[in-house]
């Protein structure tokens, strides 16, 4: 009888770790095609170690993420990262089309500075070709800066672990919103990632990305309350004026709209708009963004629900990192 190595002692699978400005999180899958969690876990970072995805104390963000590391017991193992949301330009660029596919990287190295602008020196880029037809050829473009990303990867070998693949949170986002089919091929849809810090925008049609933009949300740390859950994940309040954080949503709201327009009347020439909305993130007034959302565009706005993984609803985009590893 031939053994066949399927009990998961041989197979240390990736874990997936996510590095913000307020917060680490990791999530270990026992089985990524099945979404089957394994274990998880979270650390709020002190305010200041991380700003807008630069690291600032670059000693301390080290400690922490080593104590991280013997916590979960994940020391040695390989990982998928998301890059800094801050620093990621996604872009649409027109190629042209007599390009081979297999030239088109190429062409990008030679047009950089010259008609492909990036706010970053040393670039890290990658592609998905959107259309082509006789006339044109459209690819969207994704930059990083090479030297954030090194440092990342520096900081995670330094701190015993092996960093093999890095992600953009929009993508990582949009996979798992397809596996809980929310979506279908011909919606255009607006994702919509509400953290403490920030606000992600992206906009996916066909299951491509179409457009991404990060929106930085001014709270101050100390009004936010992070408690332990059981499950060893915190969950998130804010205990300051209930006032001050719907206006902070109704500020947002004006440019969620200002987006959505812009996609459907600069983007789409008034042909095409947004169809759908999928809503996720730690910010605890999800349903409150929910109604407003649906009030006010009337189109179906879905929260993102994590629940049937046991976990809340801050741990969408490693969820759908740790997809990738299925091949999705």
Not at 36 to 61: A, N
Not at 150 to 165: C, G, I, N, Q, R
Not at 306 to 318: I, K
Request: some cysteine; overall charge negative.
């Amino acid at each position: 009888m031939g053994m066949r190595f399927r009990l998961g002692l041989f197979n240390k699978r990736r874990i997936n770790l996510i590095i913000q400005d307020h917060v680490i999180r990791y999530l270990d899958l026992r089985q990524p095609e099945l979404l089957e969690v394994k274990s998880s876990g979270e650390r709020y970072l002190p305010e200041g170690i991380i700003q807008d995805g630069v690291i600032m104390d670059r000693e301390t963000l080290l400690l922490l993420l080593e104590e991280c590391v013997n916590d979960w017991g994940i020391k040695g193992r390989e990982v998928q990262f998301l890059i800094p949301d801050s620093k990621l330009v996604i872009r649409k660029q027109q190629i042209p089309v007599d390009h081979m596919d297999d030239e088109i990287k190429g062409y990008l190295y030679m047009e950089l500075g010259r008609t492909i602008h990036l706010p970053f020196e040393d670039p890290v880029f990658d592609y998905v070709l959107l259309e082509k037809d006789i006339e044109r050829r459209e690819i969207l473009l994704f930059a990083a800066s090479e030297q954030m990303v090194t440092e990342y990867s520096a900081l995670m070998e330094d701190a015993k672990l092996k960093p093999v693949a890095a992600d953009a949170s929009c993508v990582a986002l949009y996979r798992l919103i397809y596996v809980n089919r929310l979506v279908s091929e011909e919606d255009h849809v607006l994702c919509l990632q509400f953290d403490i810090p920030s606000l992600q925008l992206s906009i996916f049609h066909h299951h491509k990305p179409q457009f991404f933009n990060y929106l930085k949300i001014n709270t101050d740390m100390k009004n936010w309350n992070i408690n332990m859950h059981s499950s060893g994940v915190q969950r998130v309040k804010w205990h300051g004026d209930s006032e001050f954080i719907h206006g902070i949503i109704e500020d947002k709201l004006v440019e969620i709209e200002r987006i959505i327009n812009y996609y459907k009347f600069s983007m789409n020439n008034g042909q095409q708009g947004i169809t759908k909305v999928v809503v996720t993130g730690e910010f605890p007034e999800l349903s409150h963004i929910q109604d407003r959302l649906q009030s006010m565009l009337n189109i179906p706005v879905n929260v993102l629900d994590q629940s049937d993984y046991a976990l809340p609803s801050q741990f969408g985009v490693v969820l759908g990192l740790g997809l990738k590893e299925a091949g999705l």
